[in-house]
Every structure is written in C-alpha cells, then in structure tokens.
C-alpha cells in the first residue's frame, strides 16, 4: 500500500497530478482545492495517499494532509459517497469546512459540492455527526514542500517548508475541544459549538474560541 509520495510534479491535469518519484511517474487523483494549491511542474510536493484497487481499476488519491486524507476515507464510508463524490466533496469545503457542516448538521454546505444532492448531503450529515468530534480534535498540519527540482530529493538543505497556508486555526480547535471535553461536556454538543463558534470568528485562537463556545453552550432563558 503507497500511503505517500515526494516526488517533482511533472504534470497537472484537470483533476489529477502526475508526480515522478525518482523516475517512476505516478497518477494522482486530487481535488480541485488541493490542485489549485501544489506547486507548477519541475518542482518538488509531497501527498499523503490513497490508493483504491479492484479488479477493473488501480487509483492513486492524494491529500496535503493526513487530516483531509482521514476525511476522505470517512466520507468513502458512507453508502453511495464514491472516491470522486469525496473529492469533490473535500473541493467544495476543505476537511475544516466538512468538519463544520457535519458538526452543525448542516447538509446545504454539503450540498455545495458538484453531484452531491439534498439525500446524500442528509444522509452524509446524519451517518457521521458521531464522527466529526474526533477528527476536529485531531491535530493534522499541512505537508512539506520543498524547493527546487533540480537537487537530490535527499538534499539536507531542502528544508521543507508548508505546501499551503496553515489552516484556519486548527491547533485552537483542536484545544478548544479538549477545554471543553475536560469541562465535562460530550464530543458531539462540544464539536457543534465549537464549529458554531469557528464560523463566527473564522481567525479566533484558543482562548476566544473556548469563550464562544461556552456562550453557545450556556443554557437558554
């Protein structure tokens, strides 16, 4: 099983990369989000991947993070979610967005994604609600990119450097999460004032985060 290449991006297609590691050229399924964000051709990116084998068909996907490579694989879970409907799915949201909208109960953002329709969203939203607690607690930060193509994919100068600007802020989520769970409420009320309160304040940190959340939290009237 190849759970991740580094390799030089040689050519992007519509939907796909083709990455050449150390003379072996490799198919790589993306999403439009993630396509937008790797590096042009001759230069050196690294994807977590999965790799989809049946009798007809041998697929490679690839994800900038373990995190959306995770979500992937949930959502692939869910009955009539192929590897296309999850790609498009991730496009659409990004694994943060798909974390919120699951967490809310919030179908319509599902909905956003091409081919995705109002059963599927529903059903997507309701068979992972239980789900998306954990994987918004996990701390999953982006892969490394590293320049230029020309030197050994060993260099020890290559320092890597972060493929994509680090997503909004996932460390406070994740903390704000565990404050929450440590203040006795339960992962799902937790995660959905957590996404509530994220929404609201796309850029706040942990302590702003926590606070916002205990507004949601706090009972009403």
């Known amino acids: 099983m190849i759970g991740k290449l580094?390799?030089?991006?040689?050519?992007?297609?519509?939907?796909?990369?083709?990455?050449?590691?150390?003379?072996v050229g490799y198919i790589v399924h993306v999403s439009d989000r993630t396509l937008m964000a790797l590096p042009g051709p001759g230069e050196v990116c690294a994807l977590?991947?999965?790799?989809?084998?049946?009798?007809?068909?041998?697929?490679?996907?690839?994800?900038?993070?373990?995190?959306?490579?995770?979500?992937?694989?949930?959502?692939?879970s869910v009955q009539g979610v192929g590897a296309k409907a999850s790609l498009a799915i991730l496009g659409a949201l990004g694994p943060e967005g798909v974390s919120r909208a699951i967490a809310l109960g919030d179908s319509g953002a599902l909905r956003k994604a091409p081919g995705v329709g109002p059963k599927l969203a529903q059903r997507?939203?309701?068979?992972?609600?239980?789900?998306?607690?954990?994987?918004?607690?996990?701390?999953?930060?982006?892969?490394?990119?590293t320049p230029?193509?020309?030197?050994?994919?060993t260099e020890p100068s290559m320092a890597p450097r972060p493929a994509t600007p680090a997503?909004?802020?996932?460390?406070?989520?994740?903390?704000?999460?565990?404050a929450l769970g440590n203040l006795g409420y339960s992962p799902s009320d937790a995660a959905r004032a957590v996404a509530e309160a994220q929404t609201d304040q796309p850029d706040a940190d942990t302590p702003a985060l926590i606070r916002a959340a205990l507004r949601l939290l706090a009972p009403k009237g």
């Open 6 to 23: 580094t390799g030089v991006v040689d050519m992007r297609g519509p939907d796909h990369v083709l990455l050449d590691v150390r003379g």
């Open 48 to 76: 977590y991947t999965d790799m989809v084998v049946r009798e007809d068909l041998m697929q490679l996907y690839g994800f900038p993070t373990l995190l959306e490579k995770e979500w992937h694989r949930v959502l692939t």
């Open 124 to 145: 997507i939203a309701n068979e992972l609600k239980d789900k998306a607690p954990a994987l918004m607690a996990a701390d999953s930060p982006a892969l490394p990119r």
């Open 148 to 153: 230029p193509s020309d030197a050994p994919l």
């Open 167 to 178: 997503p909004a802020p996932s460390n406070a989520v994740a903390e704000a999460m565990s």
